[in-house]
């Protein structure tokens, strides 16, 4: 209730600042002009009296009945602008009408689409909530028996005799390691994940301490994908072993990034992320988009000044290596290099737009090659650029001091 109280209350005095003027508009004197009118034409009656009397003569009459002229003109103009003042009035209402529907409708619009009487969730309890889904997320079972279920595929009749030829050498071999891979191969390849990964699991058991980190991994992708994307307590077992042997596996870091973003915390995503985009290959097609991701993560994971590194897609410009790669080349090869790279990250940033993470690395980049104009100009253009964006702004003033071009 208090929430309601203050947000119609606050509603009202904005609407009242706006209508204050209108309704002090046109009152500023409470003088009839018809009133006016009359006295201006008494005077001049009496300037006729006084003239015949002789107490004015004929010059002191003329600029006497000037002056009352000039005012009964002023008198008689005043009183015709005030016959006009009905329509100025139906607006004045009419502006009232608008400011008091604006404030009803606004209230009546997030009584429908807001949360009035949703309570503040302290962080103990956002992280109670976060544990509570984790710890009660679907097992492996329940997340395939909620996938929707397949179509039947029709094959022609020698292929389906060899579908089930390896199918019924598998199951009267549950421990022949070659069978069980074969029917992994067969069933992926028909896009029965669920009955592939049922039969890694046999491959990975019959390996038992031989399993190498690509079977794992195997197993941890067709886990996740016949449970519809979620990272299953089974499949997580499976990822931990993958990082216990490989602490920079692909698959086991990006699993692990998404698990705990899933399940409410960003925070513990971001140091599986952005160890991933440290060891990711130059030609990953995913790179880009977590990139994106990992700079939101980072801020709650309470990392402000993060800055992802750099590929020449997407976020393109020279990244941490790159330029640690272009210290050990001789002058022109060195220059060549970054030149390319800062001329693709410019040409982006003209055209499309970026982060101000980007802005950054471009202002970095050009300290490095010592243009400093180009470094200056730049700077200026993002101050400008995000302008109301203080987080934005920090980012890019650390850069732009660090290249020398900013206090």
Do not use: C
Not at 224 to 239: Q, Y
């Amino acid at each position: 209730m208090t929430f309601w109280i203050i947000a119609t209350a606050l509603a009202v005095i904005a609407a009242g600042l706006l209508v204050l003027p209108l309704l002090r508009s046109g009152t500023d004197t409470d003088v009839d002009p018809r009133n006016d009118i009359a006295i201006y034409k008494d005077q001049l009656a009496e300037v006729d009296r006084d003239l015949a009397r002789g107490v004015l003569d004929q010059a002191e009459a003329e600029r006497t009945r000037t002056e009352i002229a000039r005012r009964l003109l002023a008198a008689d103009k005043a009183e015709t602008d005030t016959s006009t003042d009905a329509p100025k009035t139906l607006g004045r209402v009419v502006m009232i009408a608008a400011a008091a529907a604006t404030v009803v409708g606004a209230l009546a619009l997030y009584y429908r689409v807001g949360a009035p009487g949703y309570p503040d969730m302290p962080r103990a309890v956002r992280l109670a909530e976060a544990k509570d889904a984790y710890d009660n997320r679907p097992t492996q079972a329940e997340a395939e028996a909620a996938q929707p279920v397949q179509d039947a595929v029709t094959l022609p009749d020698d292929l389906q005799a060899t579908v089930d030829r390896v199918r019924q050498t598998a199951e009267a071999n549950p421990d022949n390691l070659i069978a069980q891979r074969d029917l992994v191969r067969l069933e992926t390849a028909l896009g029965n994940v669920a009955r592939a990964a049922h039969a890694q699991v046999k491959v990975v058991a019959i390996l038992g301490d031989d399993a190498e980190q690509a079977d794992l991994e195997v197993l941890l992708e067709l886990l996740v994908a016949a449970a519809g994307g979620d990272v299953t307590p089974e499949a997580e077992r499976v990822l931990k072993a993958i990082l216990d042997k490989d602490p920079e596996s692909i698959s086991g870091l990006y699993w692990a990034g998404v698990m705990f973003n899933t399940y409410g915390r960003p925070d513990r995503a971001f140091p599986y992320w952005r160890k991933l985009l440290e060891v990711a290959p130059e030609d990953a097609e995913w790179f880009d988009q977590v990139a994106q991701a990992t700079i939101e993560l980072s801020w709650f994971a309470g990392v402000d000044d993060y800055t992802p590194p750099m590929r020449n897609g997407g976020l393109r410009g020279p990244n941490a290596a790159a330029m640690a790669a272009a210290g050990d080349m001789n002058e022109e090869d060195r220059s060549a290099m970054i030149e390319g790279m800062v001329g693709n990250l410019m040409d982006r940033l003209a055209t499309e737009g970026g982060t101000p993470q980007e802005w950054a690395q471009l202002i970095r980049a050009l300290g490095v090659l010592g243009d400093l104009d180009r470094a200056t100009a730049i700077w200026g253009e993002a101050q400008q650029t995000f302008a109301s964006d203080e987080t934005a702004m920090s980012i890019i003033r650390e850069a732009a001091v660090g290249a020398g071009v900013a206090e």
